[in-house]
């Protein structure tokens, strides 16, 4: 079977790549040497992005030397969004959970607060904002998006009046 970077219990665009079961996800969360192995793969992606983990305990990133060039891969090439979506799903296979969240939140930034990704600001909020498996860390996050979101009458991601009482 072909092996999968960033292996999910779901089929991906390679047709012959086969979903991961619970019993492997288990097994591989119960290997050190494999979950060394998920993190420096998730270090090369994210270098690949222009992204670099600052902190490997919380999950923690900022953007990268290299991040203008990268970015601009990213805005050219849509095909990373699914990749992207693929590596936060993952992710939270994997229980880096935390990891999820402060990728997404990465994203959030930099397409609505920085606006130096806008061609992945439609991914960022249809797709990798709902891929974070905590409900409270995904209502912040939407919290967050609909504070940062121009103009705020269009957030279409989560009930205005809601967000507007949160917390």
């Not at 060394?36 to 902190?55: E, P, S, T, W």
Request: charged share 30%; hydrophobic share 35%.
């Amino acid at each position: 079977f072909p092996f999968r970077l960033f292996p999910l219990r779901e089929h991906g665009m390679n047709w012959r790549a086969r979903p991961l079961t619970c019993q492997e996800i288990q097994a591989f969360r119960r290997s050190k040497e494999v979950m060394d192995r998920f993190i420096r793969a998730y270090k090369l992606m994210l270098g690949f992005y222009g992204i670099q983990l600052v902190n490997e305990e919380t999950g923690e990133l900022k953007r990268a030397e290299n991040w203008a060039e990268r970015f601009g891969n990213l805005n050219r090439f849509s095909h990373n969004n699914l990749r992207i979506t693929r590596i936060l799903k993952c992710l939270g296979e994997m229980g880096y959970e935390d990891y999820q969240v402060h990728l997404v939140k990465f994203f959030l930034t930099e397409t609505l607060v920085e606006e130096t990704l806008p061609n992945v600001k439609r991914s960022a909020l249809d797709y990798f904002l709902f891929t974070v498996r905590s409900k409270e860390k995904r209502r912040e996050l939407v919290h967050y998006a609909w504070q940062h979101f121009k103009p705020q009458s269009g957030f279409v991601w989560g009930p205005c009046d809601k967000l507007k009482k949160y917390r």
